[in-house]
Nanobody, 115 residues
Framework: QVQLVESGGGLVQPGGSLRLSCVAS????????MGWYRQAPGKQRELVAA???????NYADSVKGRFTISRDNAKNTVYLQMMDLNAEDTAVYYC?????????WGQGTQVTVSS
């Protein structure tokens, strides 16, 4: 059973930065596409960024140029560096690991952007 544990969320002022981390309980990065999703109150969960097993990345248009997804295979960890945050980035951020029919989620970490 794959477990994903997120950390790094919190309260930040507009224009600030945060780095989210997601640690996997087993070494899955060789096969899985890792992604960060977010869900704001009253909205559907949406893909923020993803990185494939070979390192290809894609981003939601709303975060391009501000967010960067990366991973450290040796640490079984995927990161989401978030810069120039604004109120619209406020949401619960979830880590996801996907491969074939396997689809795993973390418990989520709250990010709140407010002055």
């Amino acid at each position: 059973q794959v477990q994903l544990v997120e950390s790094g969320g919190g309260l930040v002022q507009p224009g600030g930065s945060l780095r989210l981390s997601c640690v996997a309980s087993v070494n899955i990065f060789g096969r899985y596409t890792m992604g960060w999703y977010r869900q704001a109150p009253g909205k559907q969960r949406e893909l923020v960024a993803a990185i494939t097993s070979v390192g290809s990345t894609n981003y939601a248009d709303s975060v391009k140029g501000r967010f960067t997804i990366s991973r450290d295979n040796a640490k079984n960890t995927v990161y989401l560096q978030m810069m120039d945050l604004n109120a619209e980035d406020t949401a619960v951020y979830y880590c996801n690991a996907k491969w074939a029919s396997y689809n795993h989620w973390g418990q989520g970490t709250q990010v709140t952007v407010s002055s």
